[in-house]
């Protein structure tokens, strides 16, 4: 039963990492190329905190940077 649990917290880390990865990859109007790469390489480096941070505040800073662009 613990290692069912394990699996299923980990499927769910990754898949919550790989859902900030491609939203960082598709948000490329309010992003750097560095901008982009920093945020991926926080989202990896720090799976659950770094995705969470992106959705939190990277993409709404990348929406208004996006937005100032037009």
């Known amino acids: 039963m613990n290692e069912v649990l394990w699996a299923v917290v980990a499927i769910a880390v990754l898949a919550f990492t790989i ?30 905190i770094g995705s969470a941070w992106w959705f939190l505040v990277g993409r709404r800073a990348a929406r208004e940077a996006a937005s100032t662009k037009r």
Not at 24 to 44: D, E, F, P, Q
């Open 19 to 48: 859902g900030a990865l491609v939203s960082i990859a598709r948000s490329t109007r309010g992003l750097t190329n560095v901008g982009s790469l920093t945020w991926a390489l926080i989202a990896l480096c720090l799976p659950v």
